[in-house]
């Protein structure tokens, strides 16, 4: 790495440091791999994460491994007990919990339920909450309909004041041509920009990243 990236880097776990952030996870369950190396990587900057699981992501088992081992992952990486209803996600507005919230991987279930408003889970409760006071959210989608039924809600988000998203990529566009999923290794990048108003471009490309 050249040593301007390392500044570069450096900058964003500095900008890190201190921040609340309510990370969740939603039902991608192929990604759910990288999303909790990033999680480790967010706690190393020394962010304090809040950690956040849908219903079906920490009660699903499959192939990618079993609900409970999940739930304890994310709650050994975070270092406190994960949010997995509604009753424990409302606080998080009122009581100042979060400074970001970001959903990753974000299912396009989740990011369609967002757009309408819908509040039906821990996941959508805990940005319903969060977004009270207009703080940022930053979405890494994960889905294979991105470009079909979700586009719609997708460039409703795109619109939307406080949402951002980890730039993302059409991961085989030639066996599934509607899939996006998010640069998963971004996501502290994308977080700092966030947290200043800013959104990580290109957003959308069909090519590997050059990191």
Known sequence: MRSSGRREAAAVYESLKGLKIGYAMT????????????????REAGAELIPIMSEKACGTDSRFGKGSDNLSRLRYIAGREVIT?????????????TDLMIIAPCTS??????????????????????LRSGKPVLLAIASNDS???TAKNLGELFNRKSYYFVPMRQDDWIRKPASLVAEFSLIPEAAAAAMNGIQLRPLITAEEYGL
Do not use: W, Y
């Open 27 to 42: 039902g991608s369950f192929c990604t759910f791999e990288r999303s909790f190396e990033q999680a480790v990587v967010l």
């Open 85 to 97: 209803d509604i009753s424990a996600a409302e606080p998080i507005g009122p009581n100042g919990m």
């Open 109 to 130: 279930n989740t990011a369609s339920k967002l757009a309408a408003g819908i509040t039906d889970g821990a996941v959508t409760m805990a940005v319903k909450s969060h």
């Open 147 to 149: 470009l079909l039924g």
